[in-house]
């Protein structure tokens, strides 16, 4: 079972056609950090057409992609600046 305290919402558009170690690097990359237990990434591609919800736990990472017409319009601004909260439903 994930249990994820931290959420990252990695702002630069990405190219969702990589994998898991790819996103791995990513989310280090932009955000200085090495991903920890218990926490996830955020990405979308520059269309914000799909996101990749990418989840770290002791045992490994897990990835899972959504995608739909604007998903991401409402999260990512067009700007790439992020501001406000996000909420999460589950």
């Not at 989310?27 to 919800?53: C, D, S, W």
Request: glycine share 8%; with cysteine; aromatic share 6%.
């Amino acid at each position: 079972m994930l249990s994820l305290q931290r959420w990252w919402l990695v702002t630069a558009p990405t190219d969702l056609r990589c994998g898991i170690d790819r996103l791995l690097l990513a989310a280090q990359t932009a955000m200085h950090r090495t991903p920890a237990e218990g926490e996830a990434y955020v990405f979308a591609n520059r269309a914000a057409t799909r996101i990749k919800l990418l989840c770290c736990d002791r045992p490994g990472a897990v990835c899972l992609t959504v995608r739909g017409r604007g998903l991401a319009a409402a999260v990512y601004p067009a700007d790439g600046r992020c501001q406000g909260a996000v909420t999460v439903a589950c």
